[in-house]
């Protein structure tokens, strides 16, 4: 039988992404490989993520790669771990189930006269080109069009984007770069699922909206946000992986909200 895992990167130091990490190790039975740019050791990251949770989760079903975004080399050789950690393993036809890609940067100009040329690359590596690099490396983990895999339901690939992101819901301007970004990603991901289609891959690519988390990334807005769409980063988390646990094929290639509400392009 295929042998599926979950990948979270970046996934097991900090906000929406350890949450998702504790979410998946705590709600499944599946292994479960998080990122992280750190150079502490494997022992110190991996107490993080379990603090509170041990109790309830074998241990062992947590394995963490080294990634950084802003390298390509480093992309590649997270994969190449990875590819080697499930040799080791030892298991059969080992496959994505579900992937959250997790990485994001904000800076919020209010005006074009705020817009800085390093900040702006840094916006779009991060927003953007990680997420790009991450495809190229990555998805030849998801179960190609091959009969012995034979998975019970299509792979999840799922990008976390922002509602800002929308052109059809843009009324207020403002944050040019994270928007734009967004919408760029929001267009990596309609891409990237016409590639798994077109190949009859068992996987689909969708996007998340998570709401306001209370992260740092977002600390400076949690009052001005709508009331019913600001979330301890644990109740993000719940609420992501119900709305992808609950997605139909028919769904694919479509920007979702933490609610399973579609935003429109």
Partial sequence: MPSPFVLV???ATRGLSLALTRQFLKTTNYPVFASHRT???????KDLVLDGITDDVDPTRLNLLRLDLTSEDSIRQAAESLDGA??????????IHTAFITGGMLYPEKQPADLDWTKLKETYQINVI??????KHFSRFLPPASPKYK???????????????SIADNHRGGWFSYRS????LNQVIKTFDNHLDMNKNQAIC?????GTVKTDLSR?????????EVFEAQDAAANLVNVVENLQTRQRGKVWDWAGEEIPW
């Fill in 9 to 11: 990167t970046p996934g």
């Fill in 39 to 45: 150079q502490k050791p494997d022992s110190e990251i």
């Fill in 86 to 95: 499930l040799s080791k393993a030892s298991w059969e036809d080992p496959y």
């Fill in 130 to 135: 990680s997420h790009l690099l991450l495809i």
């Fill in 151 to 165: 998975v019970a339901v299509p792979s999840k690939w799922v990008h976390i984007t922002a509602r800002v992101g």
């Fill in 181 to 184: 970004s967004k919408a760029a």
């Fill in 206 to 210: 969708v996007g998340l909206h998570p």
């Fill in 220 to 228: 400076g807005y949690w009052k001005s946000a709508a009331k019913n």
